[in-house]
């Protein structure tokens, strides 16, 4: 329940059932219209409510239920933990600083997520435990780093820390869709451009040019050919994106193998691949830094850090590298056996085994590529731009050369 002085505590969900969201607007004790949303059991009650408040309520209606109902992505997760680290830094209590989580943002299905989880703690299981039974939405390494604060009395510095390092990697991955999305917007307008010609403008030229009564220069013959064909077998090149796409994914996802072959290629592109190949050691260190900061055990985070590559060809690495350190070798050994990682990372690991400052060194590194990435992603930003202009020239160049060539010939001919 709200706090009669605090109309803006009345937005907290509360974690029983049957209760609904209302959209209300009114009057308060000094005339000032205010509005809010609320959840509450019916509109009569949240009508009570707001008057004891020193609200004179006006409109309420129920919330509309959206009409797909939206997902969880990670970076609600990053602004999840970031929101509790403040809530239970600022002293908090558990369960209160999760309804207050809850109340606010405009995602139905965090709100469900929280629900579910003050459930859990309200039933007698700790913030990790609860947190564990959300698998598809909490790592392990998030609930393992929970657990360990619980257990060590610093909940507040690991949710932090694990706030820190989800920030971190959702920034890293915004920079490399950042670079994918340039390569995949010149295929896609090149295409569109391409298709909008040769079905609506090519077409056009051709009845002039069967005025001619002249032989059409063999380019012109050949874009001409292309635009009928289309016009006649448009949906072939939809079906085969359609099937090619899903078989490649499909592939991706059952097929260790195939997805090998293209993690191996992905890094081979020019300058992209180098974006992926730097991300992916930020990711190993920044994951292995953090995941010693929580106290696990080297062989114990090896799975966690391998499966935040976001590479079969570092995860397999990285997977070596547990077995190695599991029979008694020294990490920077271990990685340097490997063969894949730069030669600073595997000196920055040894000084910092030989120092006892791991953590503190693996983090610098993290800190290091990241900026090399960001670095990539400018420079790939500023390439990018005279590449998109060069390839819709010459595609739509080329087109529009080939409609005008009879007429240039045409021209010489009178």
């Given amino acids: 329940m709200a706090s009669p002085r605090n109309p803006t505590a009345a937005k907290t969900p509360s974690a029983v059932d049957g ?49 797909f109902k939206p997902s969880i992505k990670p970076a609600d997760i990053a602004h999840f933990a970031r929101q509790m680290t403040t809530m ?7 369960v209160q600083s999760l309804q207050m989580v809850g109340g606010g943002g405009d995602n139905a299905a965090v709100h469900d997520l929280i629900k579910k989880i003050i459930q859990d703690i309200e039933s007698g299981s700790s913030f990790g435990t609860a947190l564990s039974k959300q698998p598809q939405h909490f790592d392990r390494l998030f609930v393992n780093l929970v657990k360990a604060g619980e257990q060590a009395g610093t909940l507040e510095t690991m949710l932090d820390k694990v706030a820190t390092y989800k920030e971190k990697t959702e920034a890293l991955k915004g920079k490399i869709k950042k670079a994918v999305m340039y390569p995949v917007i010149v295929v896609v307008a090149a295409v569109v451009v391409s298709a909008i010609m040769l079905i609506w403008v090519i077409p056009q030229f051709k009845q002039v040019f069967s005025s001619f009564g002249a032989d059409l220069p063999a380019f012109t013959l050949m874009v001409i050919a292309m635009s009928e064909w289309l016009q006649a077998y448009w949906w072939i090149p939809l079906v085969v994106m359609a099937i090619g796409g899903y078989a490649f994914k499909t592939a991706l996802k059952r097929s260790t193998k195939f997805q090998r072959i293209v993690d191996r290629m992905i890094l081979k592109i020019p300058i ?96 290091y590529y990241e900026e090399q990435v960001d670095d990539l992603v400018d420079t790939l930003s500023k390439q990018i731009e005279p590449l998109i202009m060069a390839v819709l020239g010459i595609v739509v160049g080329g087109l529009v050369v080939a409609m005008y060539l009879p007429i240039f010939k045409l021209g010489a001919v009178v």
């Fill in 19 to 67: 209760m609904q969201t209302f959209k209300w607007e009114g009057v308060n004790r000094n005339g000032v219209k205010i509005k809010g949303e609320t959840q509450a059991a019916n509109a009569n009650w949240l009508r009570a409510t707001l008057r004891r408040q020193g609200i004179n309520p006006g409109r309420i209606v129920k919330k509309p239920k959206p009409l």
């Fill in 88 to 94: 239970m830094k600022s002293g908090v209590p558990m």
């Fill in 272 to 367: 992209i691949g180098n974006i992926i190949n730097l991300s992916s050691i930020a990711r190993f260190c920044r994951t292995l830094s953090t995941m010693f900061s929580a106290g696990v055990p080297l062989v114990e985070s090896m799975d966690s850090v391998a499966g935040s590559t976001g590479n079969s060809l570092y995860y397999d690495a990285t997977m070596r590298m547990k077995s190695d350190t599991a029979q008694g070798l020294q990490l920077n050994v271990a990685m340097q056996t490997t063969q894949i990682f730069p030669n600073m990372v595997v000196q920055m690991t040894r000084i910092g085994e030989e120092s006892g400052r791991l953590e503190e060194m693996l983090s610098k590194a993290a800190d």
